[in-house]
Nanobody, 123 residues
């Protein structure tokens, strides 16, 4: 079992930055691929980024490439999502998720989820 708790969301102006954190507990964090997903009102949950167990491989949705960066600190059981050049269309609830095994982009493959943190990009 893995428990995930996100933090760092909030209101930011277009062009601004936020850093989300997700702290894991309950199992061997370093065994898991960690993903970030987001869901806007009335829309399906979508893949944002994922990072493999070592942090050596990262994967991004085209919509966030060059603006978002995921990283992890296995010593702290924490994964981060640095979001720069934020746009109004980035507004959503952001979820951290964990998957034991190989990288996958579909939310269907992730076993554990945090409660989500709201990110609102607005002037």
């Amino acid at each position: 079992q893995v428990q995930l708790v996100e933090s760092g969301g909030g209101l930011v102006q277009p062009g601004g930055s936020l850093r989300l954190s997700c702290v894991a507990s309950g199992s061997f964090f370093s065994n898991y691929v960690m993903g970030w997903f987001r869901q806007a009102p009335g829309k399906e949950r979508e893949f944002v980024t994922a990072i493999n167990w070592s942090g050596g491989s990262t994967y991004y949705a085209d919509s966030v490439k060059g603006r978002f960066t995921s990283s992890r600190d296995n010593a702290k059981d924490t994964v981060y999502l640095q979001m720069n050049s934020l746009k109004p269309e980035d507004t959503a609830v952001y979820y951290c998720a964990a998957r034991y095994g190989q990288y996958r982009s579909s939310y269907y493959w992730y076993d554990y989820w945090g409660q989500g943190t709201q990110v609102t990009v607005s002037s």
